[in-house]
C-alpha cells in the first residue's frame, strides 16, 4: 500500500468521527463489550495501544464487533505491524516513525497514522507520502497553538492530535482547519472499564461524539 493510499484511508477513518478512543487494555475479556459500548455511543473508530500484554486478543475480540474499526496503536517496529495486521486490525498509529515502520506499514498494506512532533518531522513525513499525521504528544509538543502555526506553512497535512487531549481542550483542536479528530483516552476510564460500567462509557462516547469541528 502506498503512503498516499495509506493516508486517504486513514483520512476517511479520520473524518467519521471527532475522538478516536485510544485504549490501554489489561484484560481482553472487556475487549468486546468495551468496544460495543463505544460503537453504541457513537464512536467506531478504536485504537488498542500495544502496551499491554492482552492488547492483540482485545484487537482479535474488538475486530468482530459489527459497525467497529479497530487498529494499534504503539507500533514501534516491523514487529508490531506483522502481529497487529494478524489480530485484525485495520489500520496502524505510531508515536513516531522509523524508515523500519514505514516500510513494513507499506509492505504489509496496513494503513499508518504516523506521528510527528515538529515541522521537520512533519515535512520527513510529507516527502514520503504521508499527508495524514498523528500529532504527538500534542499537549507537551505546544498544543492547539503549535498545530495552528503549523496550518499556514504546512496546509497539505491533516493531523489528529493525541496526548494530554480530554474533553476539557478538545474544542481547541477541533476547531483548527488543519486537524480532522483527536485521540483521547478519557472516553474509556480504567475504572469504568474494569467496573463493567458500560453504561458510562455509552454516555461519555455520546458527549464525545457530539463535538462540533
Same mark, same amino acid.
Given at each position: 500500500?502506498?503512503?498516499?493510499?495509506?493516508?486517504?484511508?486513514?483520512?476517511?477513518?479520520?473524518?467519521?468521527? %471527532? /475522538?478516536?478512543? #485510544?485504549?490501554?487494555?489489561?484484560? @481482553? +475479556? *472487556?475487549?468486546?463489550?468495551?468496544?460495543? &459500548?463505544? =460503537?453504541? $455511543?457513537?464512536? %467506531? /473508530?478504536?485504537? #488498542?495501544?500495544?502496551?499491554?500484554? @492482552? +492488547? *492483540?486478543?482485545?484487537?482479535?475480540?474488538? &475486530?468482530? =464487533?459489527? $459497525?467497529?474499526?479497530?487498529?494499534?496503536?504503539?507500533?514501534?517496529?516491523?514487529?508490531?505491524?506483522?502481529?497487529?495486521?494478524?489480530?485484525? &486490525?485495520?489500520?496502524?498509529?505510531?508515536?513516531?516513525?522509523?524508515?523500519?515502520?514505514?516500510?513494513a506499514a507499506r509492505a504489509g498494506d496496513l494503513p499508518l497514522l504516523p506521528?510527528?512532533?515538529?515541522?521537520?518531522?512533519?515535512?520527513?513525513?510529507?516527502?514520503?507520502?504521508?499527508?495524514?499525521?498523528?500529532?504527538?504528544?500534542?499537549?507537551?509538543?505546544?498544543?492547539?497553538?503549535?498545530?495552528?502555526?503549523?496550518?499556514?506553512?504546512?496546509?497539505?497535512?491533516?493531523?489528529?492530535?493525541t496526548g494530554g487531549v480530554s474533553l476539557a481542550n478538545a474544542a481547541s483542536?477541533?476547531?483548527?482547519?488543519?486537524?480532522?479528530?483527536?485521540?483521547?483516552?478519557?472516553?474509556?476510564?480504567?475504572?469504568?472499564?474494569?467496573?463493567?460500567?458500560?453504561?458510562?462509557?455509552?454516555?461519555?462516547?455520546?458527549?464525545?461524539?457530539?463535538?462540533?469541528?
Open positions: 500500500m502506498t503512503p498516499h493510499a495509506a493516508s486517504e484511508i486513514t483520512e476517511a477513518l479520520c473524518r467519521k468521527v %471527532p /475522538v478516536i478512543p #485510544v485504549l490501554v487494555i489489561e484484560d @481482553a +475479556a *472487556l475487549a468486546r463489550p468495551l468496544a460495543e &459500548a463505544l =460503537v453504541a $455511543g457513537g464512536l %467506531p /473508530v478504536l485504537e #488498542v495501544t500495544l502496551r499491554t500484554p @492482552a +492488547a *492483540l486478543d482485545a484487537i482479535r475480540e474488538m &475486530a468482530g =464487533v459489527e $459497525g467497529g474499526v479497530v487498529g494499534a496503536g504503539t507500533l514501534l517496529t516491523p514487529a508490531d505491524v506483522e502481529a497487529a495486521t494478524a489480530a485484525g &486490525a485495520r489500520f496502524g498509529v505510531s508515536p513516531g516513525s522509523t524508515p523500519a515502520l514505514l516500510d506521528g510527528a512532533a515538529t515541522a521537520s518531522e512533519a515535512m520527513a513525513l510529507l516527502e514520503k507520502g504521508y499527508s495524514v499525521q498523528k500529532f504527538f504528544p500534542a499537549e507537551t509538543a505546544g498544543g492547539a497553538a503549535a498545530l495552528k502555526a503549523l496550518a499556514s506553512p504546512l496546509p497539505q497535512i491533516r493531523f489528529c492530535p483542536y477541533l476547531g483548527l482547519p488543519n486537524v480532522l479528530c483527536v485521540g483521547g483516552s478519557w472516553v474509556a476510564p480504567k475504572e469504568k472499564v474494569a467496573a463493567g460500567d458500560w453504561d458510562a462509557i455509552v454516555a461519555l462516547a455520546r458527549e464525545a461524539a457530539a463535538l462540533p469541528r
